[in-house]
């Protein structure tokens, strides 16, 4: 190999180090406005976190609470340096008043990491006639929680969302 091709090659090599060397590292995950709050042990026995919240089918004024509808609580966890490593999810079903509770085990929530967020999301409806999601208090693209409230006979933090909606077919 002459001169002139090993200068090319060191050429190359230094400009792979340097685009390599000044790389732009991947963004971590973006913290929240709301932090979500996993109860320290130490908090007067706290095991489980809860979400409730209410789903109806609103056709035109009227909002009708919808028995069997299914919500989905995900929850995004990130590592020590801010990256998103992994996601929990938990459904919950309404009974007759629309009222939905989804529980969170603290233990398997530790499991899966540092939780930032938890958001709430309309899933199914039970009614074809009324199955339409509506982005109503951000149903569709994940209602930010409210709270939490401790509720100390039940050993649990609870968060509120919604109320969320679906509409009818023919709206």
Not at 52 to 66: D, F, H, T, V
Not at 90 to 99: I, N, P, Q, R, W
Request: net charge neutral.
């Amino acid at each position: 190999m002459g001169f002139r091709n090993h200068f090319l090659l060191l050429s190359l090599m230094a400009a792979f180090l340097a685009v390599t060397v000044n790389a732009t590292p991947p963004t971590p995950h973006p913290k929240p406005l709301h932090q979500f709050h996993i109860p320290k042990p130490e908090e007067k026995g706290v095991n489980s976190i809860g979400v409730q919240g209410m789903i109806y089918c609103k056709a035109g004024s009227e909002l009708m609470p919808l028995e069997g509808a299914m919500a989905r609580i995900t929850c995004i966890a990130v590592d020590k340096h801010g990256f998103e490593t992994s996601s929990y999810t938990v459904m919950s079903e309404t009974d007759k008043a629309g009222y939905f509770l989804a529980t969170m085990p603290l233990a398997e929530l530790k499991e899966i990491g540092n939780i930032t967020e938890c958001k709430g999301y309309l899933e199914m409806s039970p009614l074809m006639a009324c199955s339409i999601p509506t982005d109503v208090n951000k149903g569709m693209t994940g209602a930010t929680l409210l709270g939490p409230r401790v509720l100390l006979n039940n050993k649990m933090h609870l968060y509120s969302v919604g109320p969320l909606e679906y509409k009818p077919v023919s709206s």
